[in-house]
């Protein structure tokens, strides 16, 4: 009899962030809103690299969505909005909302994958989503169009 324990072999990369270059060349915000269906349509205006989900606040009968927004130091800041509230924060304060190391990475990771150089040749990523998509360029197929 094999009273042996089996192990599972994983590549496992030790890593640490350059807490210098990520402020300088990424802004990140913590947004909450009542409205998350207003919020992606203010995403691809605010020029957002990456996204991801954090918290649903419920406070009596008020139910707030949080996201951590990653933008490009270079890009514009946006408009107040009455429904959307923005708090910016630094790689230091990721901590305190929750984000890990490992968060981070994929947040990077969605910036690099499903992001892309618009005209100007700013990085751009105007599909950003909660969610990370491994797709290769140019392996999509067109939708039929309805007639």
């Known amino acids: 009899m094999n009273t042996e324990e089996k192990l599972a072999k994983t590549n496992y990369i030790d890593f640490k962030f350059n807490e210098p270059g990520i402020n300088q060349q990424f802004s990140f915000v913590i947004i909450t809103t009542q ?50 509230q923005q708090k910016f924060v630094n790689f230091e304060q990721l901590g305190q909302y929750g984000i890990t190391d490992d968060d981070l ?27 990370l998509f491994l797709i290769m360029p140019n392996h999509t197929k067109e939708k039929p169009q309805l007639k």
Do not use: H
Request: glycine share 4%; charged share 30%.
């Open 105 to 131: 990475l994929l947040m990077l990771m969605k910036c690099r994958f499903q992001g892309k150089l618009d005209e100007n040749r700013d990085w751009c990523n105007f599909n950003a989503t909660d969610r």
């Open 35 to 84: 409205i998350p269906k207003k919020l992606g349509s203010w995403f691809k205006k605010a020029q957002a690299l990456a996204i991801k989900k954090l918290t649903v606040i419920i406070n009596g009968n008020v139910r707030q969505t949080r996201y951590l927004m990653m933008i490009s130091r270079t890009a514009k800041i946006m408009d107040t909005d009455p429904d959307i």
